[in-house]
């Protein structure tokens, strides 16, 4: 976006979390396909006289993304009701959690092509879903199986500078939040969800602008970086005419990006928020803390950056390991126990040929991870060539075969005797005066001479071994 | 010798175990007396006639059979209409929830079940529990067995009055800031506000969460010991229950005071207080001194506050339970197709001009640029009357105040004066925001003839000292 303004965007992100009943009942949580209406109780059908009971692992849940996200716990925390009417929020009022959230001040860093950025997290929080409306036929129709469903809300402070930063903070966090198991963060079935505060400054300045955009209900990342660029061109004509943009609150017309004003400043809703009188305050007590400190795993970027230290594999290839849990923990298994020199080249051939084949070919049930091991370390060991390898691999992976026999099969083993390969070179040496005459004026026309050796190896031998050869002969 | 409709739960249950009376003949005498006098006093807002009777029958069945029964087998008793049950309605007295039927029932009415208890109707009450006389109910207005002419008290004026005429031997109240002690007041029987936290929620109406308790009103202290004993404990499904022992009540009751310090509140024996009402505390305290009791006087300077803040956040938290009442799910519907539209008319025509007010101006009080000023400010005062008490429970064992400032009002007399009715309740109103247990018991009548109530505040989970001062109390008057 190359333009005389700079973006400023917050983040609030809701994630589903992953508990077998919901927020404030015992109705089962996975409503994903049920029946409308299949899982609802007087708790979270807002029945008179039923009254929320908070989910304990839920509570556990937001702690730990929390200290996941670098965030300080209040200790003393509360829930409180956030007060509105809508035909989907069964109460008249949601519970959330207004000035003692679970978690605040904490931090997400992230890398862009730009580099490494931290993002601040200003809260995170717990809170519960509504209903889902349903709007067909000019008909609305209520379904309340999402209704109570947790969810946890992580709020950003206005860090971010580019779409970028705002695509890589998205993803870093979907991922933590896979990595920690608290949810599965499938936006397809709504578990992740956005909403992005926005406004532009011109280059250069340094304060907040006088006025931020609001756009509520952006299912997906791909979206959210339309939007972004459809209020980039919104904002910026304003801006150019010489006026402020509206501090307004902005809904999606579709899945295009485009927006359209829902609500100004002055009409603003005036949630009423005050304490939940149905629900103690809750001691979050240090012991609890650790223990769930103590169940975290190593989260992402750490990862990385070990990868990268420890193992010496490139940044990129770090990154496509540790995508998700299932890809890093593959890795993690092929590699326990061994050198280093074998697992930056583990690292390539899983990221490379590996994920190619995953992504085009049909896994035999045969195959094992320590198979591309054990081709690997035939590479590493010189004892195939690295196109030979391929091969292996593939029949590997798609029949099932050991790659040892797979080698022994197609003779594939490197001929190591350096007896046998000079008597070769020797030959083609003798047989080509003219190419060794042009090799010894420029070293670069050695290569038609290794490659003549390497056909008359079969291309058995290691390349590296014969050029080294043909350069020290035709020297002499 | 007594109608079986007059005895008292204990006399009851003796007469049943000699096989002198069976739980069909007690019920029936219970029915025939709520179908001669429910035409006057219109205590209840559905009678369970045929179900009642059946379940007597399977009582007295099993009891012939020798099979082992619940504490409270074969007594019919009333709940108070804000209790959900799925075989009854269930209104709250309010017009919004006019023939809803629940889809469950409330702990309390479980618990009560499970003790082979007889549930013979449920009982009016103003709206949500809006209401210190019964008036403001959609279901017509109770009177006063002790006095036609006379409120009953509220809001749980169907329980008291029921209890006082014996349509029912018990009663299940509600009490947000005084309305199971209240009518116990107006009506003459024993209404206990147990300590919050003691008696599960979960399926009661709710006004004021953090005030509302499920208390018990009854024809004497035993009973009134014995159905706390049933209806106590922590439930899962009530965040706010304690999960400390249950008390055998009916025992401690029968403790000697004597040693104790009774406390009387100074601000609430002055000004406002019916000569009547507070010649018979005097005596009242002269009693337990005379049972060898101390009494110290205690000074609340807080409670010149307390209703105040007691209507400010009790409002406040009802404009938010009450938000559910929407006409979207159950209840008062409109046709409307605007979404907007269909919850206005439906709240519109639903509600009364109680609910509406305590609607509104609860909603004023929680709003921006408000909320400090009202809401926030009444959680102070909440938090310095909570300090005060606890402070006088320091120096004594139990707090002595009138129940109410006079004995029952004319039907009428107030209703047209909502804030002289709001300050009616002064006395009972201070204790809900603190949460400890408070019990009206008679001690008296006025010249007129009506009751006159005496309220026992203890300390937190502390009712045996109430039941006790309670027994103490009556024991002495024979």
């Not at chain 2, 539209?341 to 025509?349: S, V």
Request: proline content about 5%; aromatic content about 8%.
């Amino acid at each position: 976006m190359d333009s005389n303004y700079e973006l400023i965007i917050g983040l609030e992100v809701h994630v589903q979390s992953k508990t077998k009943s919901k927020m404030f009942c015992s109705c089962d949580a996975n409503y994903f396909n049920a029946a409308p209406n299949s899982h609802v109780c007087p708790v979270c059908f807002g029945l008179p006289g039923a009254l929320p009971v908070p989910n304990k692992r839920a509570i556990e849940l937001c702690i730990k993304t929390a200290l996941a996200l670098n965030c300080k716990i209040n200790q003393n925390t509360k829930f409180d009701r956030k007060n509105y009417f809508y035909p989907d929020l069964p109460k008249g009022f949601q519970i959330s959690q207004y000035d003692q959230p679970i978690g605040y001040e904490g931090y997400i860093d992230i890398e862009t092509k730009e580099g490494k950025k931290r993002i601040g997290i200003t809260r995170i929080h717990q809170e519960e879903d509504t209903g889902k409306s349903i709007h067909s036929n000019g008909e609305t129709l209520l379904d309340y199986n999402k209704s109570g469903v947790p969810l946890i809300e992580i709020v950003s402070e206005p860090d971010f500078r580019t779409k970028e930063e705002v695509t890589a903070y998205c993803k870093r966090l979907r991922q933590i939040v896979r990595y920690l198991s608290v949810s599965t963060a499938d936006m397809e079935k709504g578990e992740m969800r956005f909403e992005l505060n926005m406004s532009l400054r011109k280059r250069g300045e340094s304060t907040l602008p006088k006025y931020k955009v609001e756009v509520k209900n952006i299912a997906s990342i791909s979206v959210l970086e339309k939007v972004i660029d459809y209020e980039f061109k919104r904002q910026s004509e304003i801006l150019d005419n010489g006026e402020l943009p509206q501090q307004e609150t902005r809904g999606l017309v579709d899945m295009s990006g485009q927006t359209v004003s829902q609500r100004t400043k002055e009409n603003e809703a005036d949630y009423r928020y005050f304490p939940e009188p149905d629900i103690p305050l809750i001691e979050i007590s240090q012991d609890m803390i650790e223990q769930i400190r103590a169940e975290m795993v190593e989260l992402p970027q750490a990862k990385k950056d070990r990868y990268v230290k420890e193992y010496n594999i490139d940044a990129d290839t770090a990154e496509a390991i540790i995508t998700d849990s299932a890809t890093y923990v593959t890795f993690e298994n092929m590699i326990a126990g061994l050198s280093p020199n074998y697992i930056v080249e583990i690292a390539k051939w899983y990221t490379g040929d590996y994920f190619s084949l995953v992504n085009n070919k049909e896994r035999h049930s045969g195959f094992l991870d320590s198979m591309l091991v054990d081709i690997v370390k035939m590479v590493v060991d010189k004892k195939i060539t690295r196109a030979n390898a391929k091969e292996v691999l593939e029949i590997s992976y798609t029949q099932g075969s050991k790659p040892e026999e797979v080698v022994e099969q197609k003779g594939f083993e490197i001929v190591s005797d350096t007896g046998a390969i000079a008597e070769i070179v020797e030959k083609v040496i003798a047989n080509n005066p003219k190419a060794v005459e042009d090799a010894q004026k420029n070293p670069n026309a050695a290569m038609f001479l290794v490659g003549q050796a390497m056909r008359e190896l079969k291309g058995q031998a290691d390349a590296q071994t014969v050029k080294d050869m043909v350069l020290e002969k035709i020297s002499k | 010798m007594k109608q079986p409709y007059e005895l008292t739960i204990k006399e009851a249950i003796d007469l049943m175990n000699d096989g002198k009376l069976t739980s069909y003949d007690l019920v029936k005498s219970c029915l025939d007396r709520i179908e001669g006098m429910e035409p006057t006093i219109n205590a209840f807002t559905y009678i369970s006639k045929e179900k009642a009777l059946q379940q007597a029958s399977q009582i007295d069945e099993r009891r012939s059979k020798g099979e082992p029964l619940g504490r409270l087998a074969g007594i019919p008793y009333s709940l108070k209409d804000v209790y959900n049950t799925y075989e009854e309605p269930t209104t709250a007295g309010s017009k919004m929830l006019d023939g809803y039927i629940s889809p469950y029932n409330a702990t309390v009415y479980e618990k009560l079940t499970q003790e082979d208890a007889i549930l013979i109707g449920k009982t009016n009450c103003d709206p949500f529990g809006f209401g210190s006389s019964t008036e403001n109910s959609a279901y017509g207005i109770t009177r006063n067995p002790v006095n036609t002419e006379h409120v009953p008290g509220g809001s749980s004026g169907g329980s008291g009055a029921a209890v006082a005429y014996g349509g029912g031997l018990f009663s299940i109240g509600e009490d947000t800031g005084g309305s199971i002690r209240c009518p116990a007041a107006f009506c003459g029987i024993y209404g206990l506000k147990p300590t919050y936290g003691r008696v599960s929620r979960y399926g009661a109406i709710a006004y004021a969460s953090s005030y509302d308790t499920v208390g018990p009103m009854t024809k004497d202290v035993y009973d009134n010991a014995l159905v706390m004993e049933v209806i106590s404990g922590i439930d899962e499904k009530d965040a706010t229950t304690s999960p400390s022992d249950i008390p055998q009540y009916t025992e401690e009751m029968m403790t000697t005071i004597k040693g104790k310090k009774v406390g009387y509140v100074k601000e609430f024996m002055g000004e406002g207080v019916d000569k009547d009402v507070k010649e018979a505390l005097e005596k009242a305290l002269e009693k337990y001194k005379a049972l060898g009791c101390e009494i110290v006087e205690v000074s609340l300077p807080s409670t010149e506050y307390a209703i105040a803040a007691y209507y400010v956040i009790g409002i406040s938290e009802a404009s938010s339970n009450l938000a559910r009442m929407d006409g979207m799910r159950f209840g008062v519907e409109d046709s409307a197709s605007n979404w907007k539209e269909k919850i206005i008319n439906a709240r519109g025509k639903g509600f009364g001009a109680e609910e509406k007010r305590r609607i509104m101006v609860g909603t004023y009080a929680l709003s921006a640029g408000y909320a400090d000023k009202y809401y926030h400010k009444a959680q102070a005062v909440r938090g310095l009357l909570k300090q005060e008490i606890l402070k006088a429970f320091e120096k004594v064992d139990i707090l002595v105040t009138p129940t109410m400032p006079v004995t029952a009002p004319k039907i009428g007399e107030n209703t047209d004066d909502p804030l002289k009715m709001w300050l009616m309740d002064a006395f009972t109103v201070t204790i809900n925001p603190v949460g400890v247990p408070a019990m009206s018991i008679p001690c008296g009548t006025d010249s007129q003839g009506l009751p006159i109530g005496m309220q026992l505040i203890g300390k937190h989970f502390d009712e045996s000292t109430i039941f006790a001062f309670a027994n103490a109390f009556d024991s002495s008057k024979e």
